[in-house]
T-cell receptor
Framework: DQQVKQNSPSLSVQEGRISILNCDYT??????FLWYKKYPAEGPTFLIS?????DKNEDGRFTVFLNKSAKHLSLHIVPSQPGDSAVYFC??????????????FGKGTHLIIQP | DAEITQSPRHKITETGRQVTLACHQT?????MFWYRQDLGHGLRLIHY???????NKGEVSDGYSVSRSNTEDLPLTLESAASSQTSVYFC????????????FGPGTRLLVL
């Protein structure tokens, strides 16, 4: 059973508009969430993260919102630019005893920015 | 600049052969990870290590092994390659047990015939 779900395999957004990518999780033990961006033939690149003690984290054009009660997070990109076209992965982890374990990833959403 | 590298970038092998994929990082990170990426599955954790001589199994560890003899390297070995192990493999590292952010290498595309 998938613990991190990205239900939209693809998303098309016009350049300059807001892109909203969604992610749901089922494991209530997760306490740290990350977004990665991936171009073809490259490794995932860390984009932004949020701890479960926060409900929002912002970095330039990127903002991540966390709704713990709904077990839902979203990534907002505004304004969207052509270079944002990539696959975006949502990931989650938990740290029992302070250890950094592997990340649990969603299947990814392919974001396409149209001119 | 510090970085994480993987070699080879592409590999074709035959069923039953032993294959080793290399991962090398120069960040002096304690934690290293191996993932595989397959269509319809996202990235899945194979093995990970918190430091020298430490290794742990991940979600899809069957048929794989790792060893950590120094801080910089975590080679991944497929003991007897199977067609189901055709995939793209990513290595990642993070600073220490308090750092959740992982940094990924460029990947190795493996084809098992």
């Amino acid at each position: 059973d998938q613990q991190v779900k990205q239900n939209s395999p693809s998303l098309s957004v016009q350049e300059g508009r807001i892109s909203i990518l969604n992610c749901d999780y089922t494991n209530s033990m997760f306490d740290y969430f990350l977004w990665y961006k991936k171009y073809p033939a490259e490794g995932p690149t860390f984009l932004i993260s949020i701890s479960s003690i926060k409900d929002k984290n912002e970095d330039g054009r990127f903002t991540v919102f966390l709704n713990k009660s709904a077990k839902h997070l979203s990534l907002h990109i505004v304004p969207s630019q052509p270079g944002d076209s990539a696959v975006y992965f949502c990931a989650a982890t938990f740290n029992p005893g302070g250890g950094a374990d592997g990340l649990t990833f969603g299947k990814g959403t392919h974001l396409i920015i149209q001119p | 600049d510090a970085e994480i590298t993987q070699s080879p970038r592409h590999k074709i092998t035959e069923t039953g052969r032993q294959v080793t994929l290399a991962c090398h990082q120069t960040w002096n990170h304690n934690n290293m990870f191996w993932y595989r990426q397959d269509l319809g599955h996202g990235l899945r954790l194979i093995h990970y290590s918190y430091g020298v001589q430490d290794t742990n199994k991940g979600e899809v560890s069957d048929g794989y092994s790792v060893s950590r003899s120094n801080t910089e390297d975590l080679p991944l070995t497929l003991e007897s390659a199977a067609s189901s192990q055709t995939s793209v493999y990513f290595c990642a590292s993070s600073l220490d047990t308090l750092s959740e952010t992982q940094y990924f290498g460029p990947g190795t595309r493996l084809l098992v015939l």
